[in-house]
C-alpha cells in the first residue's frame, strides 16, 4: 500500500540516523567532539528509535493517508460537426494547359484583330484599312498577313457581321497549321533512329531535348542523349542534370572537344548498346554566323558516314518569344540542314506565339512539338484543331 509522506517526515528520519551516530560514536569513543557526560548513551538511542517510529504509519496513532485518487467522470460526449473534405486540387488537363499557353498571344493577337472588327457592323474601306494594319503589325509575317488579308477583301461583299470576317480568319489559320501537323513517330525499322536538336543560344533546346527524351521513354523506348555544345562546360552540366531527370544516358566531351566527334561517340555507343534513339544537343549558334552553320554541316556529314541517313530528324526548336525572327532562323537554319521538324517553345510567356502561323504558312515543314510550360509533360505534339480552338477562345 503507497502512503504519502509530507517533506518534514524525511527531515525526521535524517534526524533519527543523526541521533544513531551519535549513540555508536559514543559507544565506542570514535566522535571527534566530546558528548555531555550527564547525558547517557542510551539516550541517543531512543530518540533515533521514537524519530523512526514515528516517521512509520502506525494505524490509530499517526495513520499516513494514501493519496487521493482523483474520480473518473467520463467526458461528457459533444456531438462533433462533420469535417468538410478539402477538395482536391485537379491537374488541368492538355487542353486546358494549351488554353492557358496560348492565353498571351489571344491577346496579342486575336484580339486586336477583333477589335478592329467589332467596331464596326460593316467592312467599309476604313475597316479594311485598319484590319491590314493591324494583321501586319502583329508577328505573322507580312508575307502571311496579306495573304490572310486578302482572303478576307476578296469576299467583303458577302460578310455581314464581325463574326463572319472572324469566321474567315479563323478557316484561312486552320488550313495553314493543319498542313504542318505531323507528329514525331520512330519507325521500327530504323535502330538507333537519330535525332540531331539545332537552334541558337536561348531557344530552350535543353529543356526540349529532355522532355522529348521523357516523351520516348514512357513510349518504352531506350534513349541515349550526346552534348554536342562542347563551347561551354555549364551546358554540358545542365544537359546531364536533365538527362538523368529524365532517365536517359548519357555521352559527353570535355570543353572545347569536336562536336562532331561527340555525335559520332554517341551514334556508335548507341550501336553497340542497340538503344532506340540517340538524340544530339548542338551548340547553340546565331545563325548568321557561317562558319557556325558549317560545323552544323560537319556533324550532319559524319552522323551519315557512319550511318547512312543519319540524322533522321533535324529538329529545329525555336522561341516564339522572339517573334518574327523566328521566321528567319527556320529560312537560314532550313538552308543549312534541311529541317525536318520544328518545335516552337515558351508560347506561354509570349504574346507572339502566332509567328507559328508565319512558319507554316512560308515553309513546308512539319511543326513537331509546342511548350507551353517547364514542366516534363509540357511539351505537346501539336495538334492544329486544338490550337487553333485554344487561340480563338472566346473568339
Not at 499517526?62 to 478539402?86: D, L, M, S, T
Not at 520512330?186 to 538507333?192: A, F, L, M, N, S
Not at 537560314?332 to 508560347?347: R, S, Y
Amino acid at each position: 500500500m503507497k502512503y504519502r509522506f509530507s517533506p518534514h517526515d524525511y527531515i525526521v528520519f535524517i534526524v533519527s540516523y543523526f541521533f544513531l551516530f551519535l549513540y555508536i560514536g559514543q559507544v565506542n569513543n570514535a566522535l571527534p567532539f566530546p558528548l555531555p557526560a550527564e547525558i547517557p548513551s542510551w539516550t541517543y538511542l531512543v530518540v533515533a528509535i521514537v524519530f523512526n517510529i514515528w516517521v512509520i504509519p502506525i494505524p490509530g496513532i499517526h495513520p499516513r493517508k494514501p493519496p487521493e485518487v482523483a474520480e473518473y467522470k467520463p467526458e461528457e460526449i459533444v456531438e462533433k460537426k462533420p469535417v468538410k473534405p478539402v477538395p482536391r486540387e485537379v491537374a488541368p488537363t492538355s487542353k486546358e494547359k494549351l488554353e492557358q499557353g496560348l492565353a498571351q498571344t489571344h491577346k496579342g493577337f486575336i484580339n486586336r484583330i477583333s477589335a478592329v472588327l467589332k467596331g464596326s457592323q460593316t467592312l467599309d474601306e476604313d475597316v479594311l484599312s485598319q484590319l491590314e494594319e493591324t494583321l501586319v503589325g502583329t508577328d505573322i509575317g507580312v508575307k502571311t498577313a496579306y495573304m490572310l488579308f486578302e482572303h478576307v477583301q476578296n469576299q467583303s461583299g458577302s460578310i455581314d457581321s464581325p463574326d463572319a470576317a472572324m469566321g474567315i480568319i479563323h478557316s484561312e489559320i486552320t488550313q495553314i497549321l493543319e498542313q504542318r501537323q505531323m507528329s514525331l513517330t520512330i519507325p521500327t525499322d530504323i535502330r538507333p533512329f537519330v535525332i540531331m536538336v539545332t537552334g541558337v543560344n536561348g531557344s530552350g533546346k535543353t529543356t526540349t531535348i529532355a522532355k522529348i527524351a521523357h516523351r520516348l521513354k514512357n513510349d518504352g523506348l531506350s534513349v541515349i542523349i550526346a552534348s554536342g555544345d562542347t563551347f561551354r562546360a555549364a551546358a554540358i552540366e545542365q544537359l546531364e542534370h536533365w538527362a538523368n531527370k529524365a532517365g536517359a544516358d548519357f555521352i559527353k566531351a570535355h570543353e572545347g572537344a569536336d562536336p562532331s566527334s561527340v555525335a559520332f561517340d554517341g551514334l556508335q555507343a548507341a550501336i553497340s548498346r542497340k538503344i532506340d534513339v540517340l538524340i544530339i544537343d548542338t551548340a547553340g549558334r546565331l545563325h548568321t554566323r557561317e562558319t557556325l552553320m558549317e560545323e552544323l554541316k560537319k556533324t550532319k556529314r559524319v552522323l551519315d558516314k557512319k550511318m547512312p541517313g543519319a540524322p533522321h530528324e533535324n529538329l529545329l526548336v525555336l522561341d516564339a518569344t522572339i517573334g518574327q525572327n523566328a521566321i528567319e532562323q527556320t529560312r537560314q537554319f532550313n538552308n543549312a540542314l534541311e529541317v525536318t521538324g520544328i518545335a516552337l517553345t515558351k508560347l506561354d510567356g509570349s504574346s507572339k506565339g502566332g509567328v507559328i502561323v508565319g512558319i507554316a504558312n512560308e515553309f513546308e515543314i512539319p511543326i513537331r512539338f509546342i511548350g507551353i510550360g517547364e514542366g516534363m509533360e509540357d511539351l505537346q505534339s501539336f495538334d492544329a484543331q486544338q490550337f487553333v480552338d485554344a487561340l480563338f477562345l472566346d473568339n
